[in-house]
């Protein structure tokens, strides 16, 4: 989710985009809305896609959830053939 500075940013070209279209351009009231609207989605969308590393991200949501993430922190990482087909993990030692 973007942050409270992205958010206000977006509004703020939106409310400018829509002001300038209704005053200056004479367009009507809810077109000039409408496209300041759109604006700013755009503007949001483009700060989401350039946030934060997602590979980093990831790290640090498995470093921090390692249960949910699907393995034990004092297992390997590489799992065995029973993980992979879905069920209780095999126990290979003999």
């Known amino acids: 989710m973007p942050g409270a ?4 940013a977006a ?3 939106g ?9 200056w351009v004479g367009w009507p009231t809810f077109l000039a809305v409408a496209v ?3 604006m700013g989605v755009l503007i949001l969308v483009v700060a ?3 946030g934060d590393d997602d590979a980093a991200a990831d790290a640090a949501w498995r470093a921090a959830a390692p249960d949910i993430a699907g393995r034990d922190p004092g297992r ?3 799992g065995t053939a029973g993980d992979a ?3 209780e993990p095999r126990d290979d030692r003999s």
């Open 85 to 87: 087909a879905g069920g």
């Open 76 to 78: 390997s990482s590489a």
């Open 11 to 13: 509004l703020a070209l």
């Open 48 to 50: 989401a896609s350039l």
């Open 15 to 23: 409310i400018v985009v829509g002001v300038y279209l209704q005053r």
């Open 36 to 38: 300041g609207a759109v």
């Open 5 to 8: 500075r992205t958010i206000l």
